[in-house]
């Protein structure tokens, strides 16, 4: 099972919006609506985000959001703050039980 | 509120085996959840490792799955994860983290901790 593909860096500056993409296949994001989200601060446990492509956990702010179309999925910040800045994960759910993992995605806020 | 605690020795030999054991507390490790294993490489991505059920079914990421093996210990609320013939290539942090509580994604991680493969 191949890594889902993310781009390596994006940026924004505060109060704007970013999209962070994580492109799959019709085996894996294309199969369920099972994607989620996490982010994670350096030296810090990844923390969940967003689960079954649009849904936010409890305590996690609005301005994260998620959507799918097809083989791929991405996660939008508004309203960007200097506390968004870290790396962001995105995970499929594969028939047959396994889970794939993307590259990641390093937000630099400017 | 379910917390998850790695623990374990942070350095292992070459070929030899790494044993992790991740402590649940704050609920039963007995309930309708995978408990999972994902590692992370010094300064590169997430890679998920393999998991196992409260009935102790398993489920392994394919291009580990001839060197793991993950158990539970329900008397102790524990899992573990034990990676055969390490090499190098293997050191990175290890997490572990429950799955399926909301949809089919990774929530709450531990902390991690740090193994290194090394002589």
């Known amino acids: 099972q191949s890594a889902l593909t993310q781009p390596a860096s994006v940026s924004g500056s505060p109060g704007q919006s970013i999209t962070i993409s994580c492109t799959g296949t019709s085996s894996d994001i294309g199969s369920y609506d099972l994607v989620s989200w996490y982010q994670q601060h350096p030296g810090k446990a990844p923390k969940l985000m967003i689960y079954e492509v649009s849904q936010r956990p409890s305590g996690i702010s609005n301005r994260f959001s998620g959507s799918k179309s097809g083989s791929a999925a991405s996660l939008t910040i508004s309203g960007l703050r200097a506390e968004d800045e870290a790396d962001y994960y995105c995970c499929s759910y594969v028939p047959g039980d396994i889970l794939v993992l993307g590259g990641g995605t390093k937000l630099t806020v400017l | 509120q379910v917390q998850l605690q790695e623990s374990g020795p942070g350095l292992v030999q070459p070929s030899g085996t790494l044993s992790l054991t991740c402590t649940v507390s704050?609920?039963?490790?007995?309930?309708?959840?995978?408990w999972s294993w994902v590692r992370q490489p010094p300064g590169k991505g997430l890679e998920w490792i393999g998991e196992?059920?409260?009935?102790?079914?398993?489920n392994y990421n394919t291009s580990l799955r001839s060197r793991v093996t993950v158990s539970l210990d329900t008397s102790k609320n524990q899992f573990s994860l034990n990676l055969y013939s390490v090499t190098a290539a293997d050191t990175a942090i290890y997490y572990c983290?429950?799955?399926?509580?909301?949809?089919?994604?990774?929530?709450?991680w531990g902390q991690g901790t740090l193994v290194t493969v090394s002589s």
């Open positions: 704050g609920g039963s490790i007995s309930n309708n959840n995978w």
């Open positions: 196992i059920y409260f009935t102790e079914r398993t």
């Open positions: 983290a429950r799955r399926g509580r909301l949809g089919e994604s990774f929530d709450p």
